[in-house]
Structure formats: C-alpha cells, structure tokens
C-alpha cells in the first residue's frame, strides 16, 4: 500500500520587474505548475511595488500552500543591479549588464559612500537585518568585483 505523503508549501523564487509582472514567462510557467492563479499573483505584486521606479528587478518569495492558495515577500532589489545603477553603466541588449571578464575589464566605478549607501538599503531586509553594516560592505564589495565594478577609496 502506497503511503500517504502530507502536503507541504512550496516555495518559488522570482525576479521581476517592480509593477511589471504578467502572466507571461517568468510568472506564468513558474507559478502555473504548482497550480497558483497567475493575474491574482500578477495584480497583488504591481500593487505592491507600484510607488517603485518601474522595472527595478525585485525578488519575490512566492509561498505556495497544499489549497493552492500563496502569499509572497518582497525583497530589496539585487545588488548587482543596485551597483551598476551606482556605477552608471550603460544597457547592452536591453538590460543592464556586467563585464564579460571581470578581473581583467572594469564596466564602472563607484566609491565607498556608494558601497555603504547599498549596504544600508540591504540592512532594511528582514534577513540580512542582524548582519553588521561593515560585514555587508564587505559582501557588497565583494559582489562589485565579481560583478567587474571598480571600488575607489
């Protein structure tokens, strides 16, 4: 005899652009196959992200229950996005990219007023809340290098 499995949220991960979310690829396949009703989750998040500068990518934490029903978390916005903001970097193809070759090309510069500045919006989150300023910088420079974004003193 087959057990009985108990039902468990699912949780799904996107990135959208803030009040530009449609029932369209990527919320469309993702949040179709657990069974969610796409325009519900569609309006919910355009509403809550319509005071932000559309198309910033903001990640979404979508949890799905067994009744097929979710509720979602917003995120703060990606750091790379968040530096190459800072550094000005121009769009190639429509989006906004990094270099090609990190170590060896820089795409922009910003400095370290930059660095804390993203580092204190990232404290706002609820998760990265009772991380040290200094250890967030450190990751936020970090992620400027792998990104191909020179950190000038």
Excluded: W
Aim: hydrophobic share 40%.
């Amino acid at each position: 005899m087959a057990r009985k499995t108990i039902a468990r949220d699912q949780i799904v991960k996107l990135i959208v652009g803030a009040g530009q979310a449609a029932p369209g690829p990527p919320v469309g396949p993702a949040l179709g196959s657990k069974g969610v009703k796409q325009m519900d989750f569609c309006k919910e998040f355009n509403a809550r992200t319509a005071h932000m500068t559309p198309g910033i990518p903001i990640p979404a934490r979508v949890t799905v229950r067994p009744d097929r029903s979710f509720h979602f978390e917003l995120r703060t916005p990606t750091t790379s996005y968040l530096l190459l903001q800072a550094a000005g970097v121009k769009e190639r193809k429509n989006k906004i990219r990094g270099a090609m070759q990190p170590g060896k090309e820089s795409v922009g510069e910003v400095s370290l007023k930059h660095i804390y500045n993203i580092a204190k919006v990232k404290q706002t989150e609820l998760r990265l809340a009772g991380l040290s300023l200094e250890g967030l910088c450190k990751s936020v420079i970090a992620q400027a290098q792998s990104v191909g974004v020179t950190v000038v003193p």
